[in-house]
C-alpha cells in the first residue's frame, strides 16, 4: 500500500492503452513514454503491460506504508527518499514507513514508477489506464490527490527473488539499489530540444515546396497549448500548395497534423481516434519518448528517415530489450 500525500501536477495510472475500442470512439489514452513505462516495470519484476504511475514535470510525495520493491524510469524529476537522492533505470527495495518525493526536472518531463505486483486498479474495456476526459480506467478515473491509497498486486516469482536480495544488502538502510544498471545507449537522451525522425506523413505531397523544406530545416516550439492528447507547435507556417478538403481518417501516436493557421499539432496518447487535417509527417516509434519527454518551451527539429529505416531502429532497439529482460532473469538467478 502506498500511501498520497501530495499528488503533484498530474499523477495518473497508466498502462500501455486501451486497444480494440478505436471503432467506437474510445481512445487509446496510455502511457506517454511507453518505452520508460515498460524499462520501469521490467526492472520491478513486472509484465512490460503492468500499470505504473506517470508522473509529470512536479512529482508526488509518496509514503510507502509496506517494504515495496520499485522502479523509477524516464525524466530527471529529482526523485530522493528521505531526503536521500535515488538514481533511476534501477530496481530499488523501499522499506515501510519511507517517503519518496520528487524535486526538479532536470532532465525531460515525465517519470514512471513501478512498484512489484502493478497497481491493483479496475481493469475497463481491456486496460487499466486512466482516460481522463471520460472519467474512466486507473485509479477512481481522475488523476491522483491527496490522502489516495494505491494497492499493488501480487508479485511475480522475479519480483520476490529481487526484493529479496536487495533486502538482504540493505538490511541497515531506509532503501537499497541493485548494483548494475542497464546499458546507457539504451536510455534515451532527454536533455532538450531534440532531433525527432519522421517519415513522411500521407498528405505530405499536398503540402507547397517551400513548407516541406521549413519542417526539416528549421526548429518548432512546444507551446503551452499542450497535453496529453497533443502538443502545439510555434514556428514557421506550413501551408498546402492549394486549399484542399479531406475526408477524415485515422491518425496514430505521433501524426503530425496541420490545421488551416499552418502550425503543426503532434497526437500524442490521449489523441482523438481520427482527424481530417492533413497529416505531413509521421514519427518514427523509436523516437517516441524523446517526444513525449518534450516539455512546453522545448524546440523541436526533424530529420527525414525512410520507413525502412524507421522499422529498422525499432527492431533493434527490441532486440535490445529482449537481451535486457534475458540479463534481469540471469542477474536475479544469480544473486542480482
Known amino acids: 500500500m502506498i500511501k498520497v500525500l501530495k499528488p503533484g501536477?498530474?499523477?495518473?495510472?497508466?498502462?500501455?492503452?486501451?486497444?480494440?475500442?478505436?471503432?467506437?470512439?474510445?481512445?487509446?489514452s496510455g502511457s506517454m513514454d511507453p518505452f520508460s513505462h515498460r524499462?520501469?516495470?521490467?526492472?520491478?519484476?513486472?509484465?512490460?503491460?503492468?500499470?505504473?504511475?506517470?508522473?509529470?514535470?512536479?512529482?508526488?510525495v509518496l509514503i510507502f506504508e509496506e517494504d515495496t520493491l520499485i522502479s523509477i524510469c524516464g525524466g530527471d524529476l529529482s526523485p530522493s527518499i528521505n531526503g536521500q537522492p535515488v538514481r533511476t533505470w534501477r530496481s530499488v527495495f523501499v522499506k515501510k514507513g519511507s517517503e519518496l518525493k520528487f524535486g526538479g526536472c532536470q532532465k525531460g518531463c515525465r517519470a514512471y514508477l513501478a512498484a512489484a505486483g502493478g497497481f491493483s486498479v479496475p481493469n475497463v474495456m481491456n486496460s487499466k489506464s486512466t482516460y481522463l476526459r471520460a472519467g474512466i480506467g486507473g485509479y477512481?478515473?481522475?488523476?491522483?490527490?491527496?490522502?489516495?491509497?494505491?494497492?499493488?498486486?501480487?508479485?511475480s516469482m522475479l519480483s520476490s527473488k529481487m526484493a529479496e536480495y536487495l533486502a538482504q544488502q540493505g538490511h541497515?538502510?531506509?532503501?537499497?539499489?541493485?548494483?548494475?544498471?542497464?546499458?546507457?545507449?539504451?536510455?534515451?537522451?532527454?536533455?532538450?530540444?531534440?532531433?525527432?525522425r519522421i517519415t513522411r506523413g500521407r498528405q505530405f505531397d499536398l503540402f507547397s515546396q517551400e513548407s516541406q523544406e521549413l519542417l526539416f530545416k528549421h526548429s518548432f516550439e512546444v507551446t503551452a497549448q499542450s497535453d496529453r492528447m497533443g502538443y502545439r507547435l510555434k514556428?514557421?507556417?506550413?501551408?498546402?500548395?492549394?486549399?484542399?478538403?479531406?475526408?477524415?481518417?485515422?491518425?496514430?501516436?505521433?501524426?503530425?497534423?496541420?490545421?488551416?493557421?499552418?502550425?503543426?499539432?503532434?497526437l500524442?496518447?490521449?489523441?482523438?481516434?481520427?482527424?481530417?487535417?492533413p497529416k505531413i509527417g509521421q514519427i518514427a516509434a523509436v523516437d517516441l519518448p524523446l517526444l513525449a519527454q518534450a516539455k512546453p518551451g522545448d524546440a523541436l527539429s526533424f530529420a527525414e528517415i525512410s520507413n525502412e529505416k524507421a522499422q529498422r531502429l525499432l527492431i533493434n532497439r527490441e532486440l535490445k530489450l529482449k537481451e535486457l529482460k534475458q540479463g534481469i532473469t540471469l542477474k536475479t538467478r544469480g544473486g542480482n
Open 39 to 60: 524499462m520501469a516495470n521490467l526492472l520491478a519484476g513486472n509484465g512490460e503491460n503492468d500499470p505504473a504511475l506517470e508522473i509529470t514535470m512536479m512529482g508526488p
Open 235 to 266: 514556428g514557421p507556417s506550413l501551408p498546402l500548395s492549394q486549399h484542399t478538403e479531406q475526408i477524415s481518417e485515422a491518425v496514430n501516436f505521433g501524426s503530425i497534423q496541420v490545421p488551416p493557421d499552418g502550425n503543426p499539432i503532434v
Open 9 to 28: 501536477l498530474l499523477s495518473s495510472i497508466q498502462d500501455l492503452g486501451r486497444t480494440g475500442f478505436q471503432k467506437y470512439g474510445v481512445i487509446a
Open 140 to 155: 477512481k478515473g481522475r488523476a491522483l490527490k491527496s490522502g489516495d491509497l494505491l494497492e499493488t498486486g501480487k508479485h
Open 172 to 196: 541497515d538502510k531506509i532503501f537499497a539499489e541493485n548494483d548494475w544498471r542497464i546499458t546507457s545507449d539504451l536510455i534515451p537522451d532527454t536533455a532538450g530540444d531534440p532531433v525527432i
Open 268 to 277: 500524442l496518447a490521449d489523441r482523438q481516434t481520427t482527424g481530417g487535417y
